[in-house]
């Protein structure tokens, strides 16, 4: 392909469907920019939307722009483009996180295009799950998905399962004593109520689920403070099955092959069948994330916690207009 092909609405369509990706509290903290001469999409993070308090070294930003990136990728090979992508190409500039071009090896992702279907599928979903279990080919097929993008998904042992899930519900009294991180989360929650943020980010109200009926619930509650009424109130699988993303090295660049990864995994995951939901609660404490891992396991580092099963999908959630993260130059 030359670099005169990617035209104004080729790029509008890839943006679209990379800003599909998931990003803490959905703030989604990137900007792109269409180089038109060399024909190549720049992508950066944008730290006017990061999380002082939750996120202060800008990891889940990081993250949620590396799912971006893999969006715009299975876009790019859903379209028979070639994308090949380097990682922070601005020293000087650690907020330019990657470029992409689309003059690779006629194989270069090509076996992305058929994850595109489970872009505009995927969704959060904060509802109780079954207890049916997931077949082991399935659990094997998305750590292959993680293998591809360099990290490592482990299925934790009944024991660590147990440590990692009563870490989960430790950050929750972590978040309920810290009074300014319940502000950074109301702040991205709309309620429906006069003067919140725009509608086209943020987690709306009908995407909250239902209120959790005992202390068990592996959900966060970003309801906590019950504003927003007529939220039945059930009871979660007593066994949640969870699945633990992680790196060797813990670095920036590390960050965004983990949301490369995570990324990969949810889609093959809704391309199979599952719900899905994220529980990075207790990865926003450093006095908790070191110890979600499992001391025997070579993962070094876990960047997300999957929660996966059977039961009803999310809704989609709002996104900003790609006008405001798209930029031609």
Same mark, same amino acid.
């Given at each position: 392909?030359?670099?005169?092909?990617?035209?104004?609405?080729?790029?509008?369509?890839?943006?679209?469907?990379?800003?599909?990706?998931?990003? !803490?509290?959905?703030?989604?903290?990137?900007?792109?920019?269409?180089?038109?001469? @060399?024909?190549?999409?720049?992508?950066?993070?944008?730290?006017?939307?990061?999380?002082?308090?939750?996120?202060?070294?800008?990891?889940?930003?990081?993250?949620?722009?590396?799912?971006?990136?893999?969006?715009?990728?299975?876009? %790019?090979?859903?379209?028979?483009?070639?994308? =090949?992508?380097?990682?922070?190409?601005?020293?000087?500039?650690?907020?330019?996180? $990657?470029?992409?071009?689309?003059?690779?090896?006629?194989?270069?992702?090509?076996?992305?295009?058929?994850?595109? $279907?489970?872009? %505009?599928?995927?969704?959060?979903?904060?509802?109780?799950? *079954? #207890?049916?279990?997931?077949?082991? #080919?399935?659990?094997?097929?998305?750590?292959?998905?993680?293998?591809?993008?360099?990290?490592?998904? =482990?299925?934790?042992?009944?024991?660590?399962?147990?440590?990692?899930?009563?870490?989960?519900?430790?950050?929750?009294?972590?978040?309920?004593?810290?009074?300014?991180?319940?502000? #950074?989360?109301?702040?991205?929650?709309?309620?429906? %109520?006069?003067?919140?943020?725009?509608? *086209?980010?943020?987690?709306?109200?009908?995407?909250?689920? @239902?209120?959790?009926?005992?202390?068990?619930? @592996?959900?966060?509650?970003?309801?906590?403070?019950?504003?927003?009424?007529?939220?039945?109130? =059930?009871?979660?699988?007593?066994?949640?099955?969870?699945?633990?993303?992680?790196?060797? #090295?813990? *670095?920036?660049?590390?960050?965004?092959?983990?949301?490369?990864?995570?990324?990969?995994?949810?889609?093959?995951?809704?391309?199979?069948?599952?719900?899905?939901?994220?529980?990075?609660? @207790?990865?926003?404490?450093?006095?908790?994330?070191?110890?979600?891992?499992?001391?025997?396991?070579?993962?070094?580092?876990?960047? !997300?916690?999957?929660?996966?099963?059977?039961?009803?999908?999310?809704?989609?959630?709002?996104?900003?207009?790609?006008?405001?993260?798209? %930029?031609?130059?």
């Amino acid at each position: 392909m030359s670099t005169t092909d990617l035209t104004r609405p080729l790029v509008t369509s890839l943006v679209e469907d990379a800003v599909t990706a998931p990003s !803490m509290h959905n703030a989604q903290p990137w900007k792109f920019v269409h180089r038109t001469g @060399p024909g190549i999409i720049e992508l950066h993070g944008d730290p006017l939307r990061g999380m002082p308090r939750g996120d202060p070294d800008h990891r889940a930003l990081h993250l949620g722009c590396g799912a971006a990136l893999f969006g715009l990728r299975v876009a %790019a090979a859903y379209r028979g483009l070639r994308p =090949v992508v380097q990682l922070l190409p601005s020293p000087g500039d650690p907020w330019h996180f $990657a470029d992409v071009r689309f003059t690779g090896p006629d194989d270069a992702d090509s076996d992305l295009g058929g994850l595109q $279907a489970a872009l %505009a599928r995927r969704h959060t979903s904060r509802f109780p799950f *079954t #207890e049916e279990r997931i077949p082991t #080919e399935v659990i094997d097929g998305l750590r292959a998905a993680a293998l591809l993008e360099h990290c490592r998904l =482990v299925v934790p042992g009944e024991w660590h399962a147990v440590m990692v899930m009563g870490l989960v519900h430790a950050s929750a009294l972590y978040e309920a004593a810290d009074e300014a991180v319940r502000a #950074e989360i109301a702040a991205w929650t709309h309620t429906g %109520a006069a003067g919140e943020g725009p509608d *086209t980010e943020g987690i709306p109200a009908y995407a909250l689920g @239902p209120r959790q009926y005992d202390v068990t619930s @592996p959900v966060r509650d970003f309801d906590s403070r019950r504003r927003v009424p007529g939220r039945d109130a =059930v009871r979660f699988e007593k066994r949640p099955q969870i699945a633990l993303l992680g790196t060797a #090295e813990d *670095t920036p660049e590390e960050w965004l092959r983990a949301g490369q990864a995570m990324q990969r995994v949810l889609l093959r995951a809704t391309l199979d069948g599952l719900a899905t939901s994220l529980m990075s609660q @207790p990865l926003e404490w450093p006095e908790l994330r070191s110890e979600t891992r499992d001391p025997g396991s070579t993962t070094g580092f876990v960047h !997300m916690v999957f929660r996966l099963g059977y039961g009803p999908g999310g809704r989609a959630t709002p996104r900003r207009p790609v006008s405001e993260v798209l %930029a031609f130059d």
